[in-house]
């Protein structure tokens, strides 16, 4: 699997010297033109720009680091790359699934992979941050839900009604991962991490964060390595800090953060840079 780091936002440059210490080469591929235009949602016309200047995937498949889960939706364009039946599994705290008006939104990203033909079902693990609680459930994408497109994997147990959304990852790490293979029906998955369903002691976002222990995150990547092909894989959740040229973004960036994370740029890039080795390594192998 072929490493490729795509440049939004600055984040993944200021790991690269931290990464090389670890044995992990990480050219950049950069998109700066897009980090504005691109960062929360992109317009119809500007994500058509960006998928166009991704590279094609690599046949052996590719692991892609993204930057900050502001562009969590360039996952969205990077699924949209592949053609084979396959399964999504999403780590991440927050759902992504939204209910459109912006098709290509970090919050609303998920909601438009399930209506692609080749993704036969999403699995998302994690889902601390309240957003599928209660009332905000039914604001997310119901009728992929109803129909087992999307299966939601928590973290801790979230009540909505009557019903509780659980997993065991929490407490037996590998009952989880027989849940979750059990969800899987296709041999093909695509994998994407966003950091921001992690500890602090193991990721630093722009995001608020999970409780999940990194661990838990490649224990069950090698799980899924060993019984699904993974033809793809990417990860989100670097930290870097907000820039926009739209107000209409810089209000929506204020409400939607319920914690504003003012991390040292730094103590973020080294946690950060940590966590993308000890994933490179769960997806690919230790550097050699
Ligand atoms: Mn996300």
Not at 69 to 77: C, E, K, N, T
Request: aromatic residues 8%.
């Amino acid at each position: 699997m072929e490493i490729v780091a795509y440049d939004f936002d600055g984040s993944l440059a200021m790991q690269q010297s931290l990464l090389q210490a670890r044995g992990i080469q990480l050219s950049l591929q950069s998109m700066r033109q897009f980090e504005r235009s691109a960062r929360l949602w992109a317009s119809s016309a500007v994500f058509k720009q960006l998928a166009q200047a991704l590279p094609r995937p690599a046949p052996q498949g590719q692991f892609s680091l993204i930057g900050s889960g502001d562009y969590h939706h360039v996952s969205l364009a990077l699924i949209s790359q592949l053609t084979q039946p396959l399964t999504v599994v999403l780590f991440d705290n927050h759902p992504d699934w939204m209910r459109p008006p912006h098709q290509y939104h970090c919050g609303t990203w998920v909601y438009s992979l399930a209506r692609l033909a080749h993704v036969e079902r999403i699995v998302i693990i994690g889902l601390e941050s309240g957003d599928i609680a209660e009332d905000r459930f039914e604001k997310g994408d119901m009728k992929s839900y109803l129909q087992g497109k999307i299966v939601l994997l928590p973290y801790q147990p979230v009540q909505v009604g009557e019903l509780t959304l659980k997993s065991s990852f929490k407490e037996h790490v590998f009952m989880g991962i027989a849940e979750l293979l059990g969800e899987i029906e296709t041999d093909h998955i695509y994998i994407s991490v966003d950091k921001d369903c992690l500890r602090a002691e193991d990721a630093r976002t722009n995001w608020e964060q999970g409780s999940m222990p990194l661990s838990t995150v490649t224990t069950a990547i090698r799980a899924l390595k060993a019984h699904k092909q993974v033809v793809g894989a990417d990860t989100v959740g670097d930290f870097s800090p907000v820039r926009f040229r739209s107000p209409l973004k810089w209000i929506a960036s204020h409400l939607d953060r319920r914690s504003q994370p003012r991390e040292e740029l730094e103590v973020a890039s080294r946690i950060n840079a940590a966590a993308n080795a000890l994933l490179i390594e769960a997806l690919i192998g230790p550097a050699s």
